[in-house]
Nanobody
Framework: QVQLVQSGGGLVQAGGSLRLSCAASGRTFSPYGMGWFRQAPGKESDFVAAITWNGGVTYYSDSVKGRFTISRDNAKNTVYLQMNSLKHEDTAVYYC?????????????????WGQGTQVTVSS
């Protein structure tokens, strides 16, 4: 089992920045591909970003490409999502997730473990 605990998030004005963190405990963190997803009110969950087990490859949704950066520190068992140039439409609950494979995955169904979610609200 892997437990994921998220931190960060909150309220920010449009154009601002936030950083989300997701700390893993339990089984060894490093072999897992990691991802971030988000769910806005009344909408389905959307893929945001993913990173391979060693951080060598990242993948982003078109809506956040160039503004968000996913990274990881395996020594700290933590994955990050740096969010810059935030827009009102980025408002959502953000979830980190761990997959039991080392690659980059955009499908939520491929992830086995999930964080508790954290609210990001961007005021326009």
């Amino acid at each position: 089992q892997v437990q994921l605990v998220q931190s960060g998030g909150g309220l920010v004005q449009a154009g601002g920045s936030l950083r989300l963190s997701c700390a893993a405990s339990g089984r060894t963190f490093s072999p897992y591909g990691m991802g971030w997803f988000r769910q806005a009110p009344g909408k389905e969950s959307d893929f945001v970003a993913a990173i391979t087990w060693n951080g060598g490859v990242t993948y982003y949704s078109d809506s956040v490409k160039g503004r968000f950066t996913i990274s990881r520190d395996n020594a700290k068992n933590t994955v990050y999502l740096q969010m810059n140039s935030l827009k009102h439409e980025d408002t959502a609950v953000y979830y980190c997730a761990a997959a039991q494979t080392p690659g980059v995955l955009a499908s939520a169904a491929r992830y086995a473990y999930w964080g508790q979610g954290t609210q990001v609200t961007v005021s326009s």
